[in-house]
């Protein structure tokens, strides 16, 4: 057997052997070697590799049938072979089956040779195809890719749409179903219809905005926080900060799992405490929702009040300003906007001891 490999003389196998299944085993090797590119026939070796495998896979399974079919029928000849007297075999056959036992011992040697030479083959095959394979996941993971777009301040849009940025730092979102978001540098949103026209959108509690069409975006969280001033609520911890959930509308979390939700255009305060009990809070009322509130009327107008089940406590302004003392240790202060309270007047009433005229509402 001779061979020059890929692009040489072609492979040549010499039939000299006088062994029966020998041919056969050089025809499979010629099979081999085409598969695998050691001939001129081999060019397109790749294809051919995953057929190899399943072609030696099922040479050994025909080789094993075969050898075992062999070794049953030799048993079967020596069963049927009369005996003497003293059990030996008659005259002249027991030379018989030495020599067929000698020619099954070879043909065993033989395919036991083929089969590690084919197994060997079968793993080089199968390094080639996981090579390949590797190769192929390191090209595409080398391709470009496009990148995400930003849909700040959304978490994410549909397929489809289309941002544009704006010559005032804004940016406008064309929607596929033809609405479009147009998002101001502060952050306010406006909706413009396929009609055109426009309206406010504001988000609700969770980041949610909802559109007319009852599509739901949600919001990215750095896109509504707000600084303190923004929310109008002085006293706050530096690392706790209020989120806008709507147009005027402001909300904090609190230490204790107690909730501050402020509204400007309301002027009004809303304590939720995390037993499920509401106190609100404004100039023109005070009370409390699942808990007593007992208010004390102060002079100039103004109105203390405590919450008798969560320990709030605190003064509301006649013209707004909301002083509270919370339970879990806070002291807040809510202005809202064009109030005009001065910073070191706090306004606190009966909570500064200032003597008044009690009345429970």
């Known amino acids: 057997m001779s061979g020059a490999g890929y692009g040489g003389e072609e492979l040549t196998i010499e039939e000299t052997s006088s062994a029966g299944n020998h041919y056969e085993l050089l025809a499979l090797t010629r099979i081999l070697a085409e598969g695998l590119g050691l001939t001129a026939g081999g060019q397109d070796r790749l294809p051919y590799l995953a057929g190899v495998l399943q072609s030696l896979e099922s040479s050994r399974t025909e080789t094993a049938l075969l050898l075992t079919s062999g070794v049953a029928a030799l048993k079967e000849i020596r069963d049927r072979i ?14 018989s089956l030495d020599a067929i036992r000698s020619e099954l011992a070879q043909m065993r040697t033989i395919l036991q040779a083929g089969h590690t030479a084919s197994e060997t083959i079968r ?16 090209y595409l993971k080398q391709l470009p890719t496009d990148p995400e777009p930003d849909w700040f301040p959304f978490e994410s849009l549909p397929a489809g749409t289309i941002v544009r940025e704006l010559a005032d730092g804004g940016r406008l979102f064309s929607l596929p179903s033809a609405d479009q978001i147009r998002v101001s540098p502060d952050g306010k949103m406006v909706l413009i219809g396929v009609s055109g026209n426009s309206s406010p959108v504001a988000p609700v509690r969770g980041r949610q905005v909802t559109l007319p069409s009852g599509m739901t975006l949600t919001l990215r969280a750095e896109a509504v926080r707000v600084t303190h001033e923004a929310a ?15 147009e005027s509308r402001y909300s904090v979390a609190l230490l204790g799992g107690v909730r501050l939700d402020v509204h400007h255009a309301k002027r009004s305060a809303v304590l939720i405490n995390p037993t499920g009990t509401v106190v609100y809070l404004s100039p023109d009322r005070i009370e409390g929702i699942g808990e ?17 089940e969560s320990g709030h406590r605190g003064v509301v302004e006649s013209e707004g300003t909301i002083h509270l003392a919370l339970s879990n240790g806070l002291d807040l202060v809510v202005r809202f ?8 007047d706090s306004g606190c009433g009966g909570v500064c001891g200032i003597q008044c005229e009690e009345r429970i509402l």
């Open 232 to 246: 109008g609520i002085a006293g706050l911890p530096d690392e706790v900060e209020p989120e806008r959930v709507a």
């Open 82 to 95: 009369p005996t003497s007297v003293g059990g030996s075999v008659p005259g002249g056959l027991d030379g």
């Open 123 to 138: 793993q080089e095959a199968q390094g080639v195809l996981q090579a390949h394979a590797r190769a192929a996941q390191n």
């Open 292 to 308: 007593t509130v007992e208010v004390t009327l102060l002079p100039g107008g103004s109105k203390s009040f405590a919450a008798l």
């Open 337 to 344: 906007p064009g109030s005009g309270t001065p910073e070191n």
